[in-house]
């Protein structure tokens, strides 16, 4: 591809963002009413406002914990399932269970942990069962996914397990794997933050939010909203990154 | 003899229109003035938007018997919503003239612009920390958790906290020397609480607004008791009776265009707290009626309705009050901050 191709091809995302915040801008200014819809520049102010306040990072910092440890703990669950599941009938238990966990409604899930656990625990609890399924899923289709013929050859040649695990198994499922965790990790922030406007978790991004809609501080509302946008956005960046540098292993 | 039967025939009349007379039992329905109606313009209909709850019962005169004003009837509609909808309103619901909402709420609103008239304020607190336990007094929750919903409710138990120099903070785990507060979304969350610590022989207190209070002590949490009555705490440190809790906002441009409506509208309402006592048997049948669902499967007793404390301020008698009561709840509401209480916002 040349070289303003590439570079073309890369600004796609921010002419994406912009076309999104002229959207909310012409949105704003028909509407005319800060307290329904700010303006991007409105809620900019906002958010600066919100950056001097100790609260708002302790609050982000712990919706940040109990998004990355929910996440961790998903991810150790579903790779293990995903391992369990060579043995075809564990595979078709996990498979059943999973399919039942994933029919559950969410917002079940959300008030019933509300009801179980205390509001400092229910959120977390809520993405890790809500994203388990999900991954899950992933982790079985990256599996399937490597070449049954290198496995064969795996097995004639008598290649170690080490080998297997870090030359074969780990760059065919690399991809799909860091794809799904990507996606699965910012509807884990997003289930968190639900989660804890309904709980209203001390310190959280979610009571903020709740904090801010029953005040009528719409600015703040959206000005919270697009620090999570942004958090998102950029964790699955991140996320991406790391699995193209892991494909690129030996 | 002519002169007797005369001054006796008048000395009958006398004393029948005496007899006849209502005292101080308010016209129920009619508001007659000096000025004929036809020549005043009023509005054919009016519409309601308010939460449900005891901003329904800040207008059961008017959903039982009406508006008439001068034999006119004047059409009226209430559309109930969610609490958290109210602050929006005016901005979402062009057909909103009118609406019940937290005094709080109304003053924020026209700090942001809002063109809307304070027309009465009309309740003046319902609040009550609801318990099982051996409290019973705002002191004696010091090492115990307090269980509220966020918004006016929390703000107002922080503030009579800190006036009684009462530590407290925010948690979910009691701790020694302190109040804990424990935030939820709903009461709803909270009363099957009060019921379990009953069960288990344990305590649980929890702020509740009438009539859940009736509702959690007649029917979920038997034992629970009036632990403190806030209305009586706000008393004792302001000297006011109450908080103007709720009010009458009207939309700028209704309030300007039936000047003569809202002034005899709030005429009419002086008498909805005198009317929720006297026909106490059948509220329920009212609000359910007017599609309530908070209201309804409750007995409005006369300590229920007492508790409600429905009464009424014009906009001009409540700004003195409104000032302070926003004064008293700024340092718990960085919201309320660069709020002003303006006398322009209040009808006079």
């Known amino acids: ?250 | 003899m002519k002169k007797v039967i005369s001054c006796a025939l008048g000395f009958l009349c006398a004393l029948t229109m005496f007899g006849c007379s209502n005292g101080d039992a308010p016209k129920k329905t009619d508001i007659a003035t000096t000025a004929p109606l036809e020549s005043i313009e009023m509005p054919e209909s009016v519409h309601f938007y308010l939460p449900d709850g005891t901003p329904m019962m800040a207008i059961s005169s008017l959903l039982g018997e009406g508006i008439v004003m001068d034999g006119k009837e004047i059409g009226m509609k209430a559309t109930l919503l969610n609490p958290a909808e109210i602050g929006t309103a005016f901005t979402t619901y062009g057909d909103c003239d009118l609406a019940i909402m937290p005094t709080v709420t109304a003053i924020q609103l026209m700090n942001k612009g809002q063109d809307l008239s304070y027309v009465s304020a009309n309740v003046f607190g319902n609040l009550y920390v609801v318990g099982v336990g051996e409290a019973e007094s705002l002191s004696d929750l010091t090492g115990k958790v307090v269980y509220t919903t966020a918004g006016t409710t929390i703000a107002l138990l922080q503030y009579e906290l800190q006036a009684n120099n009462i530590a407290y903070e925010m948690g979910q785990e009691a701790k020694d020397g302190v109040v804990t507060i424990w935030s939820m979304s709903n009461a709803s969350d909270y009363m099957p609480l009060l019921k379990q610590a009953q069960n288990k022989g344990g305590e649980a207190y929890g702020v509740f607004g009438e009539p859940a209070v009736t509702k959690c002590m007649t029917t979920v949490a038997t034992e629970a008791k009036i632990v403190v009555d806030m209305q009586k705490e706000y008393e004792k440190l302001t000297g006011d009776e109450g908080y103007p809790q709720a009010c009458l906002v009207a939309r700028g441009t209704f309030a300007r265009e039936y000047p003569e409506f809202i002034r005899r509208l709030v005429e009419l309402m002086k008498g909805n707290g005198e009317y929720t006592r006297t026909h106490a048997d059948s509220l329920k049948a009212l609000y359910e009626k007017a599609g309530s669902t908070s209201l309804v499967g409750i007995d409005y007793t006369e300590e229920t309705i007492a508790r409600c404390n429905l009464s009424q301020l014009t906009g001009k008698e409540a700004y003195e009050a409104v000032k302070t009561y926003i004064d008293r709840l700024r340092p718990s509401v960085k919201a309320l901050e660069n709020v002003e209480v303006k006398e322009s916002f209040f009808l006079q």
């Open chain 1, 1 to 250: 591809m040349s070289g303003v191709k590439r570079v073309c091809s890369a600004l796609i995302p921010v002419w994406v963002g912009l076309g999104l915040v002229l959207l909310w801008l012409v949105a704003a200014l028909l509407i005319g009413e800060e307290l329904i819809l700010p303006t991007p520049m409105q809620t900019v102010e906002e958010c600066f406002a919100l950056f001097g306040q100790a609260s708002f990072w302790a609050a982000l910092g712990k919706t940040l914990l109990r998004g990355v440890l929910a996440f961790v703990c998903s991810l150790f669950l579903a790779l293990l399932f995903a391992l369990l599941s060579m043995i075809p009938t564990v595979g078709k238990i996990a498979g059943t269970v999973f399919s039942v966990l994933r029919s559950i409604p969410t917002m079940s899930v959300i008030l019933l942990l509300l009801i179980w656990l205390r509001p400092s625990l229910a959120p977390a609890a809520v993405a890790a069962i809500v994203i388990l399924p999900t991954l899950y899923s992933v982790f079985i289709g990256a599996m399937q996914g490597v070449d049954r013929g290198l496995i064969e050859l795996c097995d004639v040649y008598k290649v170690p397990w080490k080998e297997r695990i870090v030359r074969v198994w780990l760059p065919a499922m690399a991809q799909p794997l860091f794809e799904g965790t990507a996606s699965g990790f910012s509807l884990n922030l997003k289930l968190i933050i639900a989660a804890e406007a309904l709980a209203q978790t001390k310190e959280s991004l979610g009571a903020m939010m709740k904090n801010a809609q029953i005040w009528l501080e719409t600015g703040q509302l959206m000005a919270i909203t697009l620090v999570a946008v942004v958090v998102g956005v950029l964790s699955e960046t991140l996320i991406r990154f790391v699995g193209k540098q892991v494909k690129k292993w030996p």
